[in-house]
């Protein structure tokens, strides 16, 4: 599983073995892919892009062309062991929503997304005036995919409204490791794993 993203590889370390699990937003099925082949995990996923769906396909993977946004709904409660959104959560339009929808589906859910807060971020706004664009954030204002800058004190404050209780929670900068003081200033992404409390 060291050919994962990152955030996928904590949370295929996480998952376990012989789990049924949902991966909202799951691309061309990678993380999928390394469950079934790692854990036998009965993988099942939801994708918006249409070349990704038919890839994951390819795969031998069940990926189905869906919204997270609205498709969510369709899923009975606590139909998987796992619900995972991995990196889309900043994208979707009501990200409250999909939050306690996943937690609904999933007994546990995993969530991972970039930290808005992090300083080279900040650093950008506050001396360069301008939206930044890094490898991090790699798209420009008018046609990136994050309609929801979100922070992981932000992302906090929501689990606290939302009564739902964080599991596990870790931070990477890059692809290395990152402690939890100061994350919200240090970290570049987040993975945090939930239940409903």
């Not at 709904?73 to 979707?92: K, N």
């Not at 906090?156 to 994350?183: T, V, Y």
Request: glycine share 6%; aromatic share 8%.
């Amino acid at each position: 599983m060291s050919a994962l993203r990152p955030d996928l590889a904590i949370i295929a370390r996480e998952v376990r073995a012989g789990a049924r699990v949902l991966d909202v937003g799951c691309g061309d099925g990678q993380l999928m892919a390394a469950l079934r082949d790692t854990k036998n995990v009965d993988a099942r996923g939801l994708e918006l892009n249409a070349h990704d769906v038919a890839t994951a396909v390819s795969r031998g993977l069940s990926v189905i062309q869906g919204d997270a946004d609205t498709d969510l709904a369709e899923y009975p409660d606590g139909s998987f062991d796992y619900a995972i959104l991995s990196q889309t959560l900043q994208t979707t339009k009501r990200p409250d929503l999909v939050l306690d929808h996943l937690v609904r589906i999933g007994r546990e859910a995993f969530v991972s997304f970039p930290n808005f807060a992090q300083w080279r971020i900040r650093f950008a706004h506050m001396f360069g005036g301008r939206m930044p664009v890094t490898k991090q954030l790699p798209h420009l204002w008018y046609d990136t995919p994050n309609i929801h800058h979100v922070t992981i004190d932000d992302f906090r404050s929501l689990l606290h409204e939302r009564n739902i209780e964080i599991e596990g929670q870790w931070f990477l900068s890059g692809n290395k490791p990152r402690a939890d003081r100061f994350a919200n200033l240090l970290a570049q992404h987040a993975v945090f794993k939930l239940r409903r409390k």
